[in-house]
């Protein structure tokens, strides 16, 4: 049983929004729901993306919950969105984990019944580009919105 007390904390301006969370898949859908207003309300047009990004968004702050932070609701995860001038977004995913070996799952090929590991393929797909820090417990994202 926890002691700690549940965080979700939400800091909004105009070119960004901001969470902070307890590790639950439960915020999840609470973050993803409130980012999508957030940029239906910033950007024009973005609604033929909003899947894709979302797709994208949920697949990482999945990852964060489940294998960064092992699902321990004690630990956040800090998600990130930026817009850039109405022409791109800018994301940050952080979570407290140890981090993982992200260039090893970079060139990685899996077999086509493998049910897991797809994450950096579907960003890599969806996004202009992605990166991670040098311990693999934060995720940088980009998507050129109209380009």
Not at 10 to 33: A, G, H, Q, R, Y
Not at 65 to 80: A, I, S
Request: glycine share 6%; aromatic share 10%.
């Amino acid at each position: 049983m926890s002691l700690k007390k549940p965080v979700f904390d939400v800091l909004e301006k105009s070119d960004s929004i901001d969470f902070t969370f307890s590790s639950t898949m439960e915020n999840i859908d609470t973050v993803c729901d409130q980012t999508t207003a957030y940029l239906q309300s910033k950007v024009s047009g973005i609604e033929k993306q909003i899947f894709p990004i979302n797709l994208v968004i949920r697949e990482g702050l999945t990852n964060a919950v489940r294998h960064g932070n092992t699902r321990d609701p004690d630990k956040n995860v800090r998600f990130l969105v930026a817009i850039e001038n109405n022409e791109s977004i800018k994301i940050m995913i952080e979570d407290e984990g140890n981090g993982f070996d992200w260039r090893t799952l970079q060139n990685q090929e899996l077999p086509e019944d493998e049910t897991h590991g797809r994450g950096i393929i579907i960003m890599d797909t969806y996004f202009s580009r992605y990166s991670f820090n040098e311990k693999g417990n934060i995720l940088y994202l980009e998507k050129d919105l109209f380009s």
